[in-house]
T-cell receptor
Framework: QQQVKQSPQSLIVQKGGISIINCAYE??????FPWYQQFPGKGPALLIA?????SEKKEGRFTISFNKSAKQFSLHIMDSQPGDSATYFC???????????FGTGTRLKVLA | DTAVSQTPKYLVTQMGNDKSIKCEQN?????MYWYKQDSKKFLKIMFS???????INETVPNRFSPKSPDKAHLNLHINSLELGDSAVYFC?????????????FGSGTRLTVV
């Protein structure tokens, strides 16, 4: 019940396209779902996060969709740009604790 | 100003040696973490300190010992290094209980054991 499954492992998208990364969790106690973006040689950086009281959250070109009943959430990157090329991690955990479970990462490449 | 800084950035050492990695944060956060990222990019928590108190200690060999002299610093000492310890080690910090504001990660220390 502690896994967070992330797919795909890698993704290639044309500039201007939509990038979609999916995550699924098992533990119903999880109620905080952040996404992190990691560039080569850098640490992960918080991109956007959602709580299960909403089904969607949008910040600029980045949108999280959340399906509580299916225990799934996804990151959509609209109008993908070459500068979005990075590794993306979803994570999940229960509020009130000090640790997330991270997904296994998705390496996104946006072609110019 | 770097928010979470780690030193060194690269560390190459021989098996059996002892080494330390240092981490400092200037964000005023009260919780700090060590994460290990393996060659497949998988991120796994190792330790967490809240106000200098150890609150998370995952299943990590006892060759790894964290130390937090104050809430702005969290160091990681590794004894008797093994080939399997080669990875990127990330320090991170957060304010309060995670889930409110997320983590701020450092840039990582790439440890290579030869």
């Amino acid at each position: 019940q502690q896994q967070v499954k992330q797919s795909p492992q890698s993704l290639i998208v044309q500039k201007g396209g939509i990038s979609i990364i999916n995550c699924a969790y098992e533990n119903t106690a999880f109620d905080y779902f952040p996404w992190y973006q990691q560039f080569p040689g850098k640490g992960p950086a918080l991109l956007i996060a959602i709580r299960p009281d909403v089904s969607e959250k949008k910040e600029g070109r980045f949108t999280i969709s959340f399906n509580k009943s299916a225990k799934q959430f996804s990151l959509h990157i609209m109008d993908s740009q070459p500068g979005d090329s990075a590794t993306y991690f979803c994570a999940a955990g229960p509020s009130g604790t000090y640790k997330y479970i991270f997904g296994t990462g998705t390496r996104l490449k946006v072609l110019a | 100003d770097t928010a979470v800084s780690q030193t060194p950035k690269y560390l190459v050492t021989q098996m059996g040696n002892d080494k330390s990695i240092k981490c400092e944060q200037n964000l005023g956060h009260d919780t700090m973490y060590w994460y290990k990222q393996d060659s497949k990019k998988f991120l796994k928590i190792m330790f967490s300190y809240n106000n200098k108190e150890l609150i998370i200690n995952e299943t990590v060999p006892n060759r790894f010992s964290p130390k937090s002299p104050d809430k702005a610093h969290l160091n990681l000492h590794i004894n008797s290094l093994e080939l399997g310890d080669s990875a990127v080690y990330f320090c991170a910090s957060s304010q309060g209980i995670q889930g409110n504001y997320g983590y701020t990660f450092g840039s990582g220390t790439r440890l290579t054991v030869v």
